[in-house]
């Protein structure tokens, strides 16, 4: 399945709803091009809803990170939302998990913001 990105914003935050598998390819690039979107149309604040994502492979996870990286070297803020437990399990393993910021429910990822 590939990816596929809702987008809606809640008190001023964009967040975005993935579902499917970020890998090499079509779904990095997605991923990417959602991300440098909203961070064009000057919105700094984004959260990542990835409890629909069901896969990441090493691209994915690049993405992850050259977004974060990105997000933040133009002033924005970039969330995790309910990560599954392979995702979970991915990011404890890679020790990815200590550089984002992640929430289990989104009132407390929405206020986090403020």
């Known amino acids: 399945m590939a990816l596929a990105i809702a987008s809606r914003e809640v008190d ?5 709803e993935l579902s499917g ?3 090499l390819g079509e ?4 991923l990417r091009d959602a991300i440098r979107d909203a961070i064009g149309k ?12 069901n896969y ?8 992850l990170v ?3 990286t990105s997000a933040k070297n133009q002033s924005a803020k970039l969330k995790l939302l309910k990560l599954t437990k392979k995702v979970h399990d991915l ?5 990815l998990y200590t550089v984002f910021d992640i929430y289990d429910d989104e009132a407390s990822a929405i206020s986090s913001y403020k």
């Open 42 to 53: 000057g919105q700094k604040d984004i959260l990542l809803d990835l409890g629909e994502v």
């Open 66 to 68: 050259s977004a974060y």
């Open 21 to 23: 598998r970020i890998t």
């Open 27 to 30: 779904g990095s690039v997605q």
């Open 12 to 16: 001023g935050v964009t967040v975005l």
């Open 56 to 63: 990441i492979d090493s691209s994915g996870l690049g993405e």
């Open 91 to 95: 990011l404890q393993l890679t020790k």
